[in-house]
């Protein structure tokens, strides 16, 4: 589980995430393998293109709870 989350700069959700990628301010990026495909592919095209390290997490709920929230997060990334 990436504990350093909890205490990064980071974004949460696919929304937010994709706005921080799109800015270039993106260094690494968190996807829960059970998240939502439409949600997903996106956002991992982005970090392709951009050459953003991607880091797979188990569940959407293991994600959401190392970034400290009470609901399952499906994308997080690590801002610069």
């Known amino acids: 589980m990436p504990m350093h989350l909890r205490d990064a700069h980071k974004v949460v959700g696919a929304k937010q995430t994709m706005k921080a990628l799109q800015a270039g301010q993106t260094r690494v990026v968190y996807i829960a393998r059970d998240a ?6 996106p956002i991992k095209r982005q970090c392709a293109e951009q ?20 609901v399952g997060a499906s994308v997080a990334g690590i801002v610069k």
């Open 51 to 70: 050459g953003v390290e991607i880091v797979e997490v188990e569940t959407m709920a293991e994600l959401g709870k190392a970034c400290s929230i009470d």
């Open 36 to 41: 939502e495909p439409n949600v997903i592919l």
